[in-house]
T-cell receptor
Framework: AQTVTQSQPEMSVQEAETVTLSCTYD???????LFWYKQPPSRQMILVIR??????QNATENRFSVNFQKAAKSFSLKISDSQLGDTAMYFC???????????????FGKGTKLSVIP | EPEVTQTPSHQVTQMGQEVILRCVPI?????FYWYRQILGQKVEFLVS????????KSEIFDDQFSVERPDGSNFTLKIRSTKLEDSAMYFC???????????FGQGTRLTVV
């Protein structure tokens, strides 16, 4: 079974600065997808960014980018020019690319609480 | 922009009662999920639903739980004989294909007293 580990329960960053959130995962599969989800105080889960394991190029989405190291099974999220609205829980998640059972369940890490300080 | 809608946003129920949590997935999506998040903990998979049947369920999803897609648009989670430890945020999610982005609803906060 796959596991996702986020080793930083809480982090803080000054507004306009850059912060990196860490995530490692464990799987025996070679084809999978990784995600970062944001959960603001409203508790809704919002997709931030997605990475396909077969792609070597790191995904970017405006101020958000990832550092995907497949051999190390590492998937960190970098937030540039941090804004107050980035304050949230951030969850790293994993999904296998193929499921014969018709289920593509997400496996989540425990989350990192990010606070952006004005 | 299409979205997953969950009702109610907050449900308070007496221990032992049955509750039904409702979800309207995005209309062209084929995969449906329920996840649970106990306060302060990580999001946990409960069940997935595809082709009008349960495709996978976790250890949490025992006989106390059931899901239905009664009318082609709604997707419900029923919890029978609720226990205090069922208090959590319940998220419905849907995706167009299995590996595409899962869109989450805003969640239903269930409080069992």
């Amino acid at each position: 079974a796959q596991t996702v580990t986020q080793s930083q329960p809480e982090m803080s960053v000054q507004e306009a600065e850059t912060v990196t959130l860490s995530c490692t995962y464990d799987t025996s599969e070679s084809n999978y997808y990784l995600f970062w989800y944001k959960q603001p105080p409203s508790r809704q889960m919002i997709l931030v960014i997605r990475q396909e394991a077969y792609k070597q190029q790191n995904a970017t989405e405006n101020r958000f980018s990832v550092n995907f190291q497949k051999a190390a099974k590492s998937f960190s999220l970098k937030i540039s020019d941090s804004q107050l609205g980035d304050t949230a829980m951030y969850f790293c998640a994993f999904i296998h690319a193929y499921s014969g059972a018709g289920s593509y369940q997400l496996t989540f890490g425990k989350g990192t609480k990010l606070s952006v300080i004005p | 922009e299409p979205e997953v809608t969950q009702t109610p946003s907050h449900q308070v129920t007496q221990m032992g009662q049955e509750v039904i949590l409702r979800c309207v997935p995005i209309s062209n999506h084929l995969y449906f999920y329920w996840y649970r998040q106990i306060l302060g903990q990580k999001v946990e998979f409960l069940v997935s639903f595809y082709n009008n049947e349960i495709s996978e369920k976790s250890e949490i999803f025992d006989d106390q739980f059931s899901v239905e897609r009664p009318d082609g648009s709604n997707f419900t989670l029923k919890i029978r004989s609720t226990k205090l430890e069922d208090s959590a945020m319940y998220f419905c999610a849907s995706s167009e294909a299995g590996i595409t982005e899962a869109f989450f609803g805003q969640g239903t906060r269930l409080t069992v007293v």
